[in-house]
């Protein structure tokens, strides 16, 4: 069976809260590797460097779907397509979960990235499905769970992997992912595609139009790009510190810190009901004031659990901050293209993400953990500076919140 809801017509909390567990497995399976690698590169026969490219694997795979995959969702029915990308997960979880060697993994990794996707047609759909007044709420739940997933992936995966072995990991997530595809098919209302005229090649040429024709996207996507390199910053380098003097922690220990920056995903919402309530541009600016005052704290923790702790959860609530509320600019641009601007901002997001992460393994090797912070710091300062920028420059240029409905869509033609 399926619910009636609609465009427009409300969303209740039990399906939010489903499609926030939905965004949050989903996402989880690209990093569940990560704590696996050395056990993955002895069982399988694997170099160091070769079992790093499963995380490249799951990466390329993920940045793939986004741009191929997503826009489809303003083209077919996204019910069918959220379940259809969900089942596709659970099948190549499968393949992980029985491979014999490093190159099955490698491409079933690849595989799951490309089809895991099914994150972000949830996303907008739940945007869709709002009530306009509460658009910013439900954005922010959902991408609470999305976080969520990131964020405790690692340490589900080592406690599954200490329980039954690296292979159980994908056991489970294959058949919590199948679940999901069920519950999706049977709660999610049908909604179709606005842009059933094109074509899929003019599908992908309208997504990239988007940047052309919406200058609060290529303010926002860059905004939540530099936001997102910030974050990774430390999450890629935290390990190491963790690792060594004068904390000295096991891996088991690394991957429950994971459980702090999960409190401050927790927050996504308050900053979505404040968006709600009109103060989206105060959301925004304090978000990036308080990603790069949190790099303080930051370094400070490098001989301090206590200051560590505070700039671990103050960034994080910046992050999420920033992120909600430029989803929330965003998402109100073109409600006929949601997909397709989800595609276009989140392609960007994660390729802040990817670039924070490459940026920390140089830093680090050459600055150790006083030029990791201050790698942060200046990715944060960005964010800042981007911020200023558009308040400035879209007032001066009489940039309107929501497009005209007169500026030239690039949808429906070749264009």
């Not at 209740?12 to 989880?28: E, F, K, Q, R």
């Not at 600016?285 to 370094?299: N, P």
């Amino acid at each position: 069976m399926t619910t009636t809801t609609r465009t427009g017509g409300g969303l209740s909390n039990g399906l939010l809260l489903l499609m926030s567990a939905a965004t949050g497995l989903a996402v989880a399976g690209n990093y569940f590797a990560q704590p696996l690698l050395d056990v993955l590169g002895r069982e399988l026969g694997l170099s160091p460097s070769a079992a790093a490219l499963m995380v490249t694997a799951a990466q390329a795979g993920y940045a793939l779907g986004l741009i191929l995959l997503v826009p489809l969702g303003d083209l077919v029915e996204r019910r069918r397509l959220a379940v259809a990308l969900y089942a596709a997960t659970a099948l190549f979880l499968l393949v992980s979960a029985t491979a014999a060697d490093g190159a099955v993994l490698l491409i079933s990794t690849a595989l799951t990235g490309l089809t895991s996707v099914g994150a972000q047609v949830v996303v907008p759909f739940a945007a869709t499905l709002a009530d306009p007044a509460e658009r910013g709420r439900v954005v922010g739940t959902v991408m609470t769970g999305l976080m969520l997933g990131l964020l405790l992936a690692r340490t589900a995966s080592g406690a599954l992997s200490e329980l039954g072995g690296w292979r159980t990991v994908y056991w489970v997530h294959a058949v919590l992912m199948a679940l999901m595809a069920v519950l999706l098919r049977m709660l999610l209302p049908r909604l179709g595609g606005d842009g059933g005229r094109l074509s899929y090649l003019a599908l992908l040429r309208s997504t990239v139009a988007m940047f052309r024709y919406e200058p609060l996207l290529r303010w926002r996507a860059a905004l939540a790009a530099l936001s997102l390199a910030s974050f990774s910053v430390l999450w890629t380098a935290l390990t190491f510190l963790l690792a060594g003097a004068p904390y000295d922690w096991s891996e088991s220990a690394i991957g429950l810190f994971g459980l702090v920056g999960a409190a401050g995903a927790l927050t996504a919402t308050v900053a979505g009901r404040l968006a709600d309530r009109g103060h989206v541009q105060l959301v925004s600016g304090a978000g990036t004031v308080l990603l790069l005052a949190s790099w303080a704290a930051i370094s400070a923790g490098a001989h301090s659990l206590v200051w560590l702790l505070v700039g671990v959860i103050a960034l994080d609530l910046a992050h999420q901050g920033v992120l909600n509320s430029s989803q929330n600019v965003v998402y109100a641009l073109r409600p006929e293209a949601r997909n397709r601007i989800n595609s276009a901002f989140m392609t960007s997001f994660f390729v802040g993400g990817a670039v924070g992460s490459a940026l920390t393994s140089v830093v680090w090797a050459r600055g150790g953990w006083t030029g990791v912070c201050v790698l942060g710091a200046i990715l944060a300062a960005g964010t800042v500076a981007l911020w200023v920028l558009e308040r400035v420059l879209t007032r001066a240029a009489g940039t309107p919140p929501r497009p005209s409905r007169h500026e030239p869509a690039p949808v429906g033609s070749s264009d």
